[in-house]
């Protein structure tokens, strides 16, 4: 997948990476695509409760974030 940005890379904001054209959209379509993506509610999914954060982690080593090929839903006992 082709990533397509509003502007060049170089030119203006050397800060940011620039915003993907299905995100100048609804906000609530944006919000929905990205956690459609992301892993969250994965089983592998884990979580360490350190002193003043949490980190979340993958349970199977892989990249947190970025759905992949595990990914399983959690499921929950009634």
């Known amino acids: 997948m082709v990533k397509a940005t509003m502007h060049k890379p ?3 904001c050397t800060k940011s990476p620039g ?3 299905w995100e100048y ?3 609530e379509h944006v ?5 459609a993506e ?7 999914e884990e979580t360490i409760h350190l002193i ?3 980190v979340t982690y993958c349970g199977k080593g892989r990249k947190h974030g970025k ?5 399983q839903l959690k499921e929950h006992d009634k």
């Open 10 to 12: 170089g030119i203006g």
């Open 19 to 21: 915003l993907e054209r």
């Open 38 to 44: 992301s892993c969250r509610g994965c089983r592998h």
């Open 52 to 54: 003043s954060q949490s």
């Open 31 to 35: 919000a929905a695509r990205r956690q």
């Open 25 to 27: 959209g609804n906000p």
């Open 67 to 71: 759905r992949c090929l595990s990914y």
